[in-house]
């Protein structure tokens, strides 16, 4: 399988080569030159498979030749050994028609785990047979941070970096980055909010020359091998609900677009989703988008749910693509709109087609405190903030279908938020229970690429 740009014009490659290299050069995003597709017959022999297996067979397709058979599985398996429940992503029930897919039973408590284990797994393969080394850096508003220093650290032949925005996320997200005492791990936490850290990361990218250098690897969502991992859990809950006999709704509490993108995939691959709703705190650029059909960024608002705490939504970019009938040029005017104006319109076209595909709305920081008392007194499930906001919405686009909000992290990772909500301090897991204890180690950083870059290069010993 060949992999394109969103903004047409950089080098054509296979997913080991979409994997390692992360953003494309023209500015872009990776995607599948063509979707697989699955018929019915396929998506029902899924019923009653392990997670594993239905990993293997969903993203199969999509690994080309870098991986045999015998190997990926192999790498699968020790993606998800980690994870504290035999189902990998099980389901709850909180309402007659109302399901909670649980996607934070990974080793940092979110789901990005899921991605993170296998990415991490799949590079270490690719690095051990081209012997290369690699500099990773990313940017998070939170947990991606902590889920890429799991995968990572203690690797000889990678060093990790990453960015952080100073001040803006939970302390158990931040002790979850600075505690680990590996040498190739590196928090930095920056001056700014996390779509600095983003337009940083992004900045290191299309400088070519530091880009070689240093061996520059991505795990942010613009890495593809991380959406691919998330189309999984669709296709595993939509299954266990009765899919493709049924159709399923979900509704995803949305930062980045990576996971509900990963949904528009598995839709796309013909799993039987209805409605894919978009979940979003006061930073609600989404929500607007759908509404008015212009895409404006604000100023972030940081709130309790931080890891959506993000005005410039990376994979949106994959999206539009699509719904501009895959035209690469098309795709870099709006987004040289973006750049120039803060701002572009989506055409009329692209926008029905975006409203055909997904609903959306907006929680604020009271109704995301609510529905966390709310939820626990009618389900007895404790869910952490970014669930809750997710659970608000869905309330509101319950129908016929069955709907799956997802769960994307531990209320442990959140205990301040929960607690007010609930009165219950959500405890961490024993394997965690002495993170406060643990000496941190984090490197104050300026919002400034020629600084950043300097401290990576003197970090890793490379010149430009
Ligand atoms: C990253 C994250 C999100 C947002 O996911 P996107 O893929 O960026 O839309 C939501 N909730 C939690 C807990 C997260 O860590």
């Not at 309402?95 to 940092?108: D, I, M, R, S, V």
């Not at 604000?298 to 994959?318: H, L, T």
Request: proline residues 5%; hydrophobic residues 45%; aromatic residues 8%.
């Amino acid at each position: 399988m060949q992999y394109i740009s969103t903004r047409g014009s950089a080098p054509v490659l296979d997913f080991g080569g979409a994997m390692m290299t992360g953003l494309a050069r023209d500015g872009g995003l990776y995607v599948p030159e063509h979707l697989p597709s699955f018929s019915k017959d396929e998506i029902a022999a899924m019923a009653g498979l392990s997670y594993e297996e239905i990993a293997f067979r969903v993203m199969r397709p999509f690994i080309g030749e870098t991986f045999s058979d015998d190997e990926f599985k192999g790498l699968i398996a020790a993606a998800y050994q980690g994870f504290e429940h035999a189902a990998r992503a099980p389901l709850k029930q909180l309402a007659p028609n109302h399901f909670l897919l649980e996607l934070f039973h990974g080793p940092t408590l979110a789901f990005k785990d899921f991605a993170m284990q296998l990415i991490g797994q799949m590079m270490q393969a690719a690095l051990a047979k081209s012997g290369k080394r690699i500099t990773i850096v990313g940017a998070t508003s939170g947990d991606t941070g902590s889920a890429a220093i799991e995968a990572f650290r203690g690797l000889s032949n990678v060093d990790v970096f990453i960015l952080f925005p100073h001040g803006r996320v939970s302390e158990v997200q931040r002790r979850q980055m600075t505690t680990p005492s590996e040498s190739n791990v590196h928090a930095l936490a920056l001056d700014g909010d996390f779509d600095d850290c983003q337009a940083r990361l992004k900045d290191m990218f299309n400088h070519f020359e530091f880009r070689d250098a240093v061996g520059l690897a991505g795990v942010n969502s613009i890495n593809w091998a991380r959406v691919l991992a998330q189309v999984v859990y669709y296709f595993s809950s939509a299954v266990s609900l009765g899919a493709p006999h049924r159709t399923i709704d979900f509704t995803v509490p949305t930062g980045n677009f990576g996971d509900i993108y990963a949904g528009h995939i598995a839709r796309s691959m013909g799993l039987t989703i209805g409605k894919l709703v978009i979940a979003t705190n006061q930073n609600d650029i989404l929500h607007r988008t759908l509404e008015t059909g212009v895409y404006e960024t604000r100023g972030v608002a940081p709130s309790m749910s931080p890891s959506m705490d993000i005005q410039v939504s990376s994979n949106f970019e994959r999206l539009l693509f699509d719904v501009l009938d895959r035209e690469g040029a098309a795709v870099a005017d709006l987004m040289n709109d973006l750049k120039t104006t803060g701002k572009f319109t989506v055409p009329q076209g692209a926008l029905e087609a975006l409203r055909a595909g997904f609903a959306s709305g907006r929680a604020s920081e009271e109704e995301t405190l609510a529905t966390i008392g709310a939820t626990l007194k009618a389900s007895a499930e404790l869910i952490c903030p970014h669930g809750a906001v997710a659970v608000r919405v869905a309330e509101a686009h319950l129908g016929e279908n069955p709907m799956v909000t997802l769960a994307t992290a531990h209320p442990a990772k959140f205990p301040d938020a929960v607690e007010k909500a609930s009165g219950i301090r959500p405890a961490l897991p024993p394997r965690m229970a002495d993170l406060f204890e643990r000496p941190e180690r984090v490197t104050r950083v300026p919002n400034d690429l020629a600084a950043l870059e300097a401290l990576v290069l003197e970090t890793t010993g490379h010149n430009v």
